[in-house]
């Protein structure tokens, strides 16, 4: 796989420093800073290396076969570069995380429709303080009082009523 030499940076610098946190700013420009300066020591070398000019040096070395070994030794050095084995990953997990804001966005767009729903329900309702009890029992009609259908004890609270079982202490006892 070649290689290409880096030009510009590719990172969007203005897009993240818009997400960072106000008490996050130092840190975030002394790693703006860090990433600068190193790409600025990458474009301050040359792209590839210097061509030697083994002719010159063979003309000048008196050491019989020393040019011609060095010449060979360095034609022979390959500089491993590391395989690429983290990029597929990052681009699985960049498709998973897509996958999941998609997911969430949409949610949270059905969510809202079903708030707008209740906030324009509410909206049409007459207000509170005009209302009568027979309003109130029309427009929600489950949390009305209903003697007939449902009766409950004074003080008609859901911890005086029979066969009450307080959430919060049934969910503690099963963990």
Same mark, same amino acid.
């Given at each position: 796989?070649?290689?290409?030499?880096?030009?510009?940076?590719?990172?969007?610098?203005? %897009?993240?420093?818009?997400?960072?946190?106000?008490? &996050?700013?130092?840190? +975030?420009?002394? /790693?703006?800073?860090?990433?600068?300066? /190193?790409?600025?020591?990458?474009? %301050?070398? #040359?792209?590839? *290396? #210097?061509?030697?000019?083994?002719?010159?040096?063979?003309?000048?070395?008196?050491?019989?076969?020393?040019?011609?070994?060095?010449?060979?030794?360095?034609?022979?050095?390959?500089?491993?570069?590391?395989?690429?084995?983290?990029?597929?990953?990052? $681009?699985?997990? $960049?498709?998973?995380?897509?996958?999941?804001?998609?997911?969430?966005?949409?949610?949270?767009?059905?969510?809202?429709?079903? +708030?707008?729903?209740?906030?324009?329900?509410?909206?049409?309702?007459?207000?509170?303080?005009?209302?009568?009890?027979?309003?109130?029992?029309?427009? +929600? #009609?489950?949390?009305?009082?209903? *003697?007939?259908?449902?009766?409950? /004890?004074?003080?008609?609270?859901? $911890?005086? &009523?029979?066969?009450?079982?307080?959430?919060? %202490? &049934?969910?503690?006892?099963?963990?």
């Amino acid at each position: 796989m070649a290689t290409k030499r880096i030009v510009q940076s590719a990172v969007n610098w203005a %897009a993240i420093a818009e997400r960072v946190p106000a008490n &996050q700013k130092p840190q +975030f420009m002394a /790693f703006k800073s860090k990433s600068d300066q /190193f790409l600025r020591s990458v474009l %301050a070398n #040359p792209e590839t *290396p #210097p061509k030697i000019d083994w002719a010159y040096y063979k003309n000048n070395v008196a050491v019989a076969g020393l040019v011609d070994n060095f010449q060979k030794q360095y034609d022979a050095l390959k500089i491993p570069r590391p395989a690429d084995t983290v990029t597929s990953k990052i $681009e699985e997990e $960049e498709k998973a995380t897509k996958s999941e804001i998609a997911s969430y966005v949409q949610k949270s767009n059905d969510r809202i429709v079903g +708030f707008q729903k209740n906030i324009d329900h509410l909206k049409s309702l007459l207000p509170y303080d005009q209302m009568t009890m027979e309003d109130y029992r029309d427009a +929600f #009609p489950e949390d009305a009082l209903d *003697p007939i259908n449902r009766p409950t /004890f004074w003080p008609h609270t859901p $911890e005086e &009523q029979v066969g009450y079982v307080n959430k919060d %202490a &049934q969910h503690a006892e099963h963990h």
